[in-house]
């Protein structure tokens, strides 16, 4: 036969079911190939013919080795061929040319040389380009290592105590100017490990013998400044470096309190990813606290503390983390019971959650120290307040100074959303969420002080407040002096008595404000069969809405606003919508008293259902109304302006598309038909715009006084 193919040699990757492995090549007996079993760290196993596996097709061009055992997927399969180097071919003086035996000859020649060259393929050998002749090695001697001549022509064996030298004689220099060269011993010294002492013990007392030798230096990713590397680590500590553990199972209290105490003010403390069990501890210093895993009371027979209180001034929480009582055992007790308590100035809460508060009292996070910042926080399943600020400062003049910002939070299953009854300068909430407020709950919102306490301002934005199946007001507002909101829904969705606004004044002492003033722009109010905005306590309230919609649903006999107790209302730009069968009043003053009030209606829409009255004021002595320019979809089936007022006018500005629509003015009395009376007045004697005064004498009649005539003329 003849021999095309230039290889001799073939492996294959087990996979634990193949057995048969084709061999490509000639080969003339089954002993010709050399199987090897190569496992995953290299080791070899030369297999036995019949005992590990058998072979077919000596003699043809190819043949196939089956294994015994098929070889599993970490290990692989070599099969080369390899023949006896031996001669057995005998030529006999006459007789004929034995052809096959010669060519069967030369194959095995072939196949030799094959076998040799594949051998010198795979030896170290020098470039073909190198002249150097005497490769010869010198015999074997003890601890000696091979190396080239100084000429690089010969190698030459050297003892290793002139040659390679150990860590301690090995000098190593750095580069850059006043860099000091020392040997390699000295420089691996600078470290030691664990690994490298059998107890914790002599680890300690070589670690010591470190001091004041020098340290590694490590650079940040994309920074400029090489640091120490024990300077870096200190910029934060975990509390693992102390022994806590963050299993669920462990008391971690001793090890984050010792991570507490061996820190200074400012510096990072770490609570990595796990849950933390522990009592009630009080950070004192001021830290920036990356909070990653959840720090969890263990016990809930003391409840007059908190899980976590900052005390220390300047103090943060980041990290997305968790603070909790364990929820297992809700109280019935009026503690603390709090998750987070910020009694420290200026400190800043972000992106956490509070859960799980024990007491009936327990809020989120309880802030009494003043200018707090809490943002991107969600509380849960709190048993009071997610957030309550009880902060209290008063300055010298017996004004309030603390102030407090809270933004982007979420109350989940709470009895109420924030609550305030303390002395406050100024609380800003921006973009609060409150979902399935508890059912014993009477607010979802709380902005409310005790008594004799001054609050001065309130801000409220974009925040959007929805009752579920509580009962009472959904806001409410008591003594603070100002209130601003902005782009904010308080909706009754559709729970019949929930008032969306309460504003109160109950308490007379010195330290409460007197005097209140709510703005509102761009808000929606919805209720059902409820005041939208019900003023309460003293008259002390003063209103201005601009661009907000007023929502009144269902059957019912309220009034939109409730101003019996309302002191003044400028409402520009806003929305009146009544539901089906609604018969509401717009604003309802029976109790007006007090000839300064005053209520002002401009360019307000009035959609949905008709109502009986636009202004429903029965008094003694009414205040001052004026109506610009309204806009009536939906339109009084009574009167505009109903008064019972005998001894004080109502002024009245009346637009001309009101007119046009021959509604009416008092009890019944048409203002068109009025135009055609003998008083001889008609359209034409007046213009859209013009001043018009009204006057109810009660049972005599009403009167009017248009711009520009000389006397009240009556429309009876």
């Known amino acids: 036969m003849t021999i095309s193919a230039t290889e001799s040699r073939i492996s294959y990757s087990g996979n634990g079911v193949t057995t048969a492995f084709a061999f490509p090549y000639p080969f003339t007996a089954d ?21 590990h596996y058998t072979v077919t097709g000596a003699g043809s061009s190819s043949g196939s080795v089956t294994m ?41 020649l072939t196949q030799i040389a094959q076998q040799l060259n594949t051998g010198l393929s795979r030896a170290v050998r020098l470039p073909g380009g190198d002249t150097t002749t005497d490769v010869a090695l010198p015999l074997p001697t003890a601890d000696y290592y091979w190396k080239w001549n100084s000429l690089g022509t010969a190698i030459t064996f050297v003892p290793a105590s002139s040659g390679i030298a150990d860590a301690a004689s090995i000098t190593y220099s750095p580069a850059g100017t006043g860099a000091a060269s020392r040997t390699v011993q000295a420089r691996l010294r600078d470290r030691v490990s664990r690994n490298d002492y059998d107890t914790d013990g002599n680890f300690d007392t070589a670690r010591a013998t470190l001091s004041g030798r020098s340290e590694m230096v490590v650079r940040t990713e994309g920074g400029s400044t090489d640091r120490l590397l024990s300077v870096r680590l200190a910029d934060f500590v975990s509390v693992k470096d102390f022994g806590a553990v963050g299993d669920g199972v462990a008391d971690d209290t001793a090890a984050i309190q010792a991570a507490h105490d061996a820190v200074s003010a400012g510096a990072t403390l770490v609570i990595p990813f796990g849950t933390y069990m522990m009592e009630g501890i009080e950070f004192t210093k001021s830290l920036n606290i990356i909070l990653q895993g959840t720090l969890k009371r263990i016990s809930t027979a003391t409840f007059t503390d908190s899980v976590l209180e900052l005390s220390g001034d300047d103090s943060s929480i980041t990290g997305g983390g ?38 009936l009292t327990g809020n989120g996070i309880y802030v009494a120290g003043n200018n707090c910042s809490i943002n991107n926080v969600t509380a849960d399943n709190c048993t009071y307040a997610g957030v309550r600020t009880n902060m209290g400062g008063l300055d010298v003049g017996g004004e309030p100074t603390d102030v407090c910002t809270i933004a982007n939070l979420k109350v989940n299953d709470c009895l109420r959303g924030w609550v305030n009854n303390a002395h406050a300068l100024n609380i800003s909430i921006d973009n609060m969420t409150v979902t399935n407020p508890k059912a014993s709950a009477e607010v979802a919102i709380l902005g409310e002080t005790g008594a004799d306490v001054k609050f001065h301002t309130c801000n409220i934005s974009n925040t959007h407040l929805k009752h579920d199946v509580i009962a009472g007001a959904l806001t409410k507002f008591v003594g603070v002096k100002y209130v601003n909101l902005v782009n904010c829904t308080f909706d009754g969705n559709g729970v019949a008595g929930v008032a969306p606004l309460i504003l109160q004044n109950e308490h007379t002492g010195t330290d409460t404000y007197q005097e209140n003033l709510l703005r509102a722009t761009n808000c929606t109010f919805i209720a059902t069969d409820a005041y939208v905005v019900n003023v309460d306590h003293l008259g002390q309230w003063r209103m201005v809405t601009n661009n907000c919609k ?73 205040g001052q109304f004026t109506v610009i320019n309204p806009t009536l979809e939906a339109t009084p089936t009574s009167s505009n302006i109903y008064t019972n007022s005998a001894t004080k006018d109502a002024g009245v500005i009346i637009s001309q598309q009101v007119q046009n ?6 009890a019944g009395r048409d203002f068109s038909a009025w135009a055609s009376t003998a008083s001889g007045l008609t359209y034409a004697d007046y213009e859209q715009g013009d001043r018009v005064w009204v006057k109810d004498v009660g049972d005599t009649g009403i009167y009017l006084y248009i711009a520009g005539d000389t006397t009240w003329r009556s429309m009876s």
Not at 570 to 592: K, L, M, P, Q
Request: proline share 3%.
């Open 68 to 108: 015994l055992t098929a070889p599993s997927a970490t290990q692989s399969l070599v099969i080369y061929r390899e023949v006896d180097i031996t001669q057995e071919t005998d030529y006999i003086t006459g007789d004929a040319f034995p052809a096959e035996t010669h060519e069967a000859a030369l194959d095995k």
């Open 550 to 622: 007023f929502v009144l649903t269902t059957t019912g006999s309220d009034a939109f606003i409730d101003a019996d107790s309302l002191y003044s209302w400028r409402s520009h730009n806003d929305e009146f919508n009544t539901a089906s069968g609604t018969s509401a009043y717009i604003v309802r003053c029976t109790n007006w008293s007090d000839p300064d009030r005053f209520l002002e209606l401009i360019n307000s829409y009035f959609t949905g259902n008709d109502f009986p009255y636009m202004i429903n004021c029965v008094a003694p002595d009414v």
């Open 322 to 359: 968790t603070i909790s009582w364990n929820s297992a055992n809700p109280g019935t007790d009026t503690g603390r019971g709090e998750a987070l308590r910020l009694s420290g100035d200026r400190a800043r809460v972000d992106g956490i959650t509070v859960a799980d508060t024990y007491t």
């Open 31 to 51: 002993a010709d190939l050399v199987v090897i079993l190569v496992d995953a760290d290299g080791t070899e196993t030369t297999q036995t013919l019949t005992t």
């Open 661 to 666: 629509k021959g509604t009416n003015f008092g």
